[in-house]
């Protein structure tokens, strides 16, 4: 990679043996005083369509300002449109093509990854993917999912368009299940996440959605939690029950205790609010006597049975 704070001095040292002030210089390539001293003090480095301007000002090559001849070589070529040329004639490396991508722009990093594709493995990609364009990016994504599988492009995603995520998300499903989403379900659109995760309820059942229930839709959520109660009763809510909305757990917690009784309540009771937990529990005590709040009582607020139980005692004399 190029030292900018190695740069920074030379364009400093140069400008002075130009006589030149920070705001001349600012003023002759018409910017701001404050990018002259940014890059002076190694903050940031000169666009490279600004680099063989700063060159013929200072009456130097690009090499004495990027005081590095290889990517120096291929930033003044770039600068110059000769990018083609230079590749044509030059051995680059994956190493070097990845030290000068901080200076290029979108269109030209694309034209010299277009060059050198050839020559990157996936993990590579990872370092120039902020560089070139979503376009590319999905290209070798797709590469990769279709030889590897969709776990292949986990380290590319951050750089993918969300019509490429979701496009490879719906087809890993079909082939890999929803396990293999959870790397990229964080770059999913909602839509899609919920799409896949209702497929996958639908074929695996509810246990299958751990894995991207974080970024599922509270409606979607809402709405695969309540047919699995329907369906199998409150313990099938035990996986998503840390994702699942407070009201929607309440009042499936409600409809069991009235079904099944308090027990029913013990695999999910950590995730039913206070208030309805001990509204249950009240009723179990009061039908059963204390030998039913036995399973459910490390859930209970502190001191609630005691108040219940002197209420009793008193209720009794």
């Known amino acids: ?14 400008r002075k043996e130009k006589g030149m002030t920070q705001m001349e210089l600012a003023d002759r390539m018409g910017i701001s005083y404050q990018a002259v001293s940014n890059w002076e003090r190694g903050e940031t480095m000169p666009d490279i369509s600004k680099l063989p301007e700063l060159a013929d000002i200072f009456e130097v090559s690009i090499d004495q300002i990027l005081d590095n001849q290889k990517g120096a070589d291929i930033v003044q070529n770039i600068a110059q449109n000769k990018t083609t040329e230079f590749l044509r004639e030059n051995e680059v490396s994956v190493e070097d093509f990845s030290a000068v ?15 050198m594709k050839h020559k990157f493995k996936l993990h590579d990609l990872s370092v120039i993917a902020p560089f070139v364009s ?14 590897e599988g969709i776990g292949a492009i ?7 368009s969300d019509e490429a995520i979701d496009e490879f998300a719906k087809k890993a499903l079909e082939t890999e299940g929803i ?4 790397f990229i379900a964080p770059f999913m659109t909602d839509e899609a996440v919920d799409e896949c ?10 246990g299958a959605l751990t894995s991207i229930a974080p970024f599922m839709s509270e409606e979607a959520m809402d709405e ?14 035990t996986p998503l029950a840390p994702f699942m909305r407070d009201k929607t757990m309440d009042e499936c917690a409600k409809k069991a205790f009235e079904t099944h009784g308090i027990r029913v309540l013990l695999p999910v009771a950590p995730f039913i609010s206070d208030e309805v937990l001990e509204a249950c529990a009240r009723q179990a005590f ?19 049975i005691e108040k219940w139980i002197r209420a009793g005692l008193e209720f009794s004399s």
């Open 179 to 182: 396990e293999a989403l959870k």
């Open 224 to 237: 695969i939690a309540e047919k699995a109660f329907e369906n199998e009763g409150i313990g099938a809510l």
């Open 1 to 14: 990679m190029f030292n900018m704070v190695k740069i920074g001095r030379n364009i400093a040292r140069l």
């Open 101 to 115: 991508m901080p200076l290029l722009k979108t269109e030209q990093a694309d034209e010299v990854f277009s060059h």
């Open 134 to 147: 979503t376009e590319f990016i999905d290209e070798c994504a797709r590469k990769a999912a279709a030889s």
């Open 197 to 206: 995760a209702k497929k996958a309820f639908e074929n695996e059942g509810i």
């Open 154 to 160: 986990k380290e590319l995603a951050p750089f993918m």
């Open 286 to 304: 009061e039908k059963e006597g204390m030998g039913a709040l036995k399973p459910i009582a490390p859930f209970l607020e502190e001191g609630v």
